[in-house]
């Protein structure tokens, strides 16, 4: 049973203040903290922010004041196995749709240290407290290696160029062939466009001066040749977060205006050209309609909907229903709740979607995100470079749990 609930602020990977909560039972302590996005979607829940002076109007006192005395005033007391009701519990204490009243921040930090305080109180490992028997598949890394759009600060458009290393046996050797990739890219870009070009983005990926996608894509294909690896080894992936740069009629990408169906030719071109094997939020984060356009067009590729879905098992019934991409990025921090974001990887999932588990481009030490993963049997997990210890936290947390597993754990097969 909850005794205590404790909150604070503390800072995320940009130097921004975030929320961070222990929970404490007679036998069991969970500690969370909740991550925060730049290319944030319109329709994600609210995070709360104080609005004062203090850190430039970022500071999160009030979502910590929230925590230490509605939120725990509310579950003292409360058996924190039961996930779900304390989740609803505090959905109806908020009141409103996108957790405005009390902040998705505050209520996500009680919801994560929660179910770890549940898990330590059972001494289970939290994937296997959340997954049960069936936890037992670790997921692809999509390794962000190459930043661009809102996250460095060159004039790519396309925010994320990922790799996927597919062809591993294991995630500890999926781990191992996408560091060498990483470090291989760094020699290819410093080679090309000298040393200030491996300096990293807000995911610990290279951020070269580059413009054009295709010099991305080539500098990423030498990189997999140069590490060793081949092109069904090592596949590629973007993340276009295409709402960045659409002006409201038109998407602004390597020096053109193109029209949304100029947009899907451009992709199936790309598609065509490079082995590439994932495109996110290719299309604006209202755009259901192209991106069923584009799905229809490019059944094989997995298309992932992130600010289109926001986590949201409404607006993801409504791309199922308009078969508008086939895969969910889950964000914890978009809901803003544990059960939330479960309902939403079973809803993806029984419809036969792809689910992407996914940090944000602020994160911290926390790496519930990397249990959520294993106990969900995720076909991904994107939680950046394999560099800068918010993202490698993630990639280490699923090295202990491949090894707790031992001889039962598999690696996803895309
Ligand atoms: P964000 O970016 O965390 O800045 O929103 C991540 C993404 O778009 O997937
Ligand atoms: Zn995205």
């Known amino acids: 049973r909850i005794q205590k609930i404790q ?51 970022k500071g999160v006192l009030d979502a910590v004041d929230n925590v230490t005395t509605i939120i725990e005033n509310e579950l003292l007391g409360m058996d924190v196995r039961n996930q779900r ?26 919801s994560m240290a929660v179910a770890k305080a549940a898990a330590d109180s059972l001494n289970t490992p939290l994937y296997r407290y959340l997954g049960g028997v069936n936890a037992y598949t670790l997921p692809v890394p999509t390794m962000n290696v190459l930043n661009g759009g809102k996250h460095a600060g060159n004039e790519l458009s396309i925010q994320e160029f990922m790799i996927q290393p597919k062809g591993a046996e294991s995630f500890t050797e999926a781990l191992r062939m996408g560091t060498e990739t990483y470090h ?91 082995p590439i094997v994932l495109i996110e939020d290719p299309f604006h984060e209202e755009s259901f309609e192209d991106f069923a356009a584009l799905t229809s067009e490019a059944w094989e590729t997995i298309i992932v909907g992130d600010d289109l879905f926001v986590t949201n098992v409404e607006r993801l019934a409504k791309g199922i229903e308009m078969c508008a991409g086939n895969a969910l990025l889950l964000k914890v921090n978009q809901i803003g709740s544990v059960s939330e974001a479960l309902d939403a990887a079973h809803m993806a999932m029984r419809n036969g979607y792809s689910v992407v588990v996914s940090h944000r481009s602020a994160e911290t030490e926390d790496t519930t995100i990397a249990d959520i993963s294993v106990a969900i049997a995720a076909d991904l997990i994107k939680t950046g470079a394999p560099a800068r210890s918010e993202r490698t936290a993630k990639y280490n947390q699923l090295l202990r749990i491949e090894e707790d597993l031992g001889d039962v754990a598999r690696y996803m097969q895309l």
């Open 85 to 110: 009701e304390i989740d609803a519990l505090m959905l109806a204490l908020d009141g409103t749709d996108n957790k405005m009243e009390l902040g998705a921040n505050s209520i996500l930090g009680v």
């Open 7 to 57: 909150a604070r602020e503390i800072l995320d990977s940009r130097g921004n203040p975030t929320v961070e909560v222990d929970v404490l039972t007679a036998s069991g302590f969970g500690r969370a903290s909740v991550p925060s996005g730049a290319s944030t979607g319109t329709n994600e829940a609210l995070e709360l922010r104080d609005k004062e002076e203090r850190y430039g109007g």
């Open 184 to 274: 291989a890219l760094g020699k290819v870009l410093e080679d090309k466009y000298g040393a200030s070009a491996t300096n990293v983005g807000y995911e610990g990926g290279y951020a070269p001066p580059l413009e054009m996608t295709s010099d991305a894509l080539d500098s990423l294909i030498k990189a997999v040749e140069e590490a060793g690896y081949g092109e069904t080894e090592i596949t590629l992936g973007l993340d276009a977060a295409a709402s960045e740069f659409f002006d409201g009629e038109n998407y602004s990408i390597d020096g053109k205006l193109l029209q949304p169906a100029e947009l899907v030719d451009y992709y199936l071109d790309l598609i065509e050209t490079y």
